[in-house]
């Protein structure tokens, strides 16, 4: 219980890195390497204008795309977006237009920087607006490069690229939000997990310890008063302490030991609530059977297993399914833990010979002669193996 509310209550870590996003934007730019060099090659006399205006283009293309990065990953606030959007939108284009311009003299075009704007107000602007925005972006571009002379096929190239581009960089901008606001979603489930468990623990200890510490502080002060004048009652009231703390000592550690010795069949339908509130489907597959009969050491390590994957499951992995199985094969007692995520399960029980949870875990199972281990799967997501020989499962 204690790992599971140490996993849960954690800081949630970042959905993506934003320089991971900001890929997305500047991995085309060498595209821009052939105007550059047609620019160069030429020396007309107003290519150190272009190059000058392609520098600045680039500069607050990726500037501004990687501001954009920071805000689809959570690390900047989104305070006047749109405002923002619009005015470097709006540089961009005019920026491609003046490298257009003074680069069509010297045979080279600089279509393609159309295509970077449009990528950028795709990311930036919601529907309608983004679609508007480059439809903008791409009647400017039609209207510069005829009135230029530009090749029909150029301007064909155009007219199929931008609204393409314009479609993909909205509907990746929107799976990243999405993706972003679920992720921060269950980790907020999470959360508010962890602190029910500790208001139920907090409940339960008020129950256990709030009448029997009161006794033990009236019969106290009784004895206290007796001493005095009757030192036989108030011997007869400290007697009556002393058997009242033994046993409420004793329930105490019935109730430590309840919470830190995990039972598999509890740990199963704690698992389903907890993979059903983070909106992950769970597939249970164990043999009820099987479970109602194993050995108590048994019970506990494969209690703990479910406990620290179910864990892992539903803080790491970003599945869409679970499914726990736990069968008899070539004579050992096999318990499986498998998810279809993509997420990095390394915090606890993912990458083998990382992670305090795994190790725990080994070291359980090791002590029944048995073993556990965490792997990747080639089809996707991860799973928790865990084996007992049957010996000491029976």
């Not at 993706?179 to 129950?207: F, M, S």
């Not at 993509?342 to 992670?355: C, E, H």
Request: hydrophobic fraction near 50%; proline fraction near 4%; charged fraction near 20%.
């Amino acid at each position: 219980m204690e790992t599971m509310l140490k996993t849960l209550s954690g800081r949630p870590r970042s959905f993506y890195s934003p320089w991971v996003l900001w890929i997305v934007w500047v991995i085309w730019l060498p595209f821009l390497v052939p105007v550059v060099l047609h620019l160069v090659q030429a020396r007309a006399a107003a290519f150190p204008c272009a190059l000058g205006a392609i520098a600045a283009f680039v500069f607050f293309y990726c500037v501004f795309s990687f501001r954009a990065a920071q805000r689809l990953s959570g690390q900047r606030e989104r305070k006047n977006d749109a405002a923002e959007a619009t005015i470097v939108t709006l540089a961009l284009l005019a920026l491609s237009v003046g490298v257009e311009i003074l680069g069509n003299p010297a045979g080279a075009s600089a279509m393609s920087l159309y295509v970077y704007t449009a990528a950028y107000a795709g990311s930036k602007f919601r529907v309608p607006r983004g679609i508007i925005t480059n439809l903008v972006v791409l009647a400017v571009s039609l209207a510069v490069g005829a009135l230029l002379g530009v090749q029909l096929s150029e301007l064909l190239q155009v007219v199929f690229v931008v609204p393409v581009v314009t479609f993909m960089t909205m509907s990746w901008n929107r799976s990243i939000v999405v993706g972003r606001k679920l992720h921060e979603a269950q980790g907020e489930i999470a959360r508010l997990a962890a602190a029910e468990e500790r208001l139920r623990i907090a409940r339960d200890l008020h129950d256990l310890l709030g009448q029997k510490l009161s006794y033990i502080a009236l019969k106290s002060e009784l004895a206290r008063h007796h001493v005095p004048a009757e030192p036989d009652r108030a011997q007869a009231e400290i007697a009556e302490v002393e058997s009242t703390a033994r046993s409420t000592l004793h329930e105490v550690r019935e109730a430590v030991a309840g919470y830190r010795k995990p039972d598999l069949f509890r740990e199963l339908r704690v698992a389903a609530e907890v993979l059903s509130a983070a909106g992950i489907q769970l597939q249970d597959r164990c043999d009820s059977s099987l479970v109602g009969r194993l050995p108590a050491a048994a019970n506990e390590a494969l209690a703990w297993a479910v406990r620290e994957g179910v864990t892992n499951v539903v803080r790491h992995s970003r599945a869409k399914s679970c499914t726990i199985q736990l069968g008899k094969r070539d004579g050992a007692l096999v318990m499986e833990i498998v998810d279809d995520g993509d997420g990095d399960a390394s915090g606890s029980a993912g990458i083998p010979g990382k992670g305090s949870g795994l190790r725990g875990l080994r070291e359980r199972f090791a002590g029944l002669g048995g073993s556990c281990e965490a792997r990747s799967r080639a089809q996707g997501g991860f799973v928790l193996a865990a084996r007992i020989p049957s010996g000491r499962a029976e």
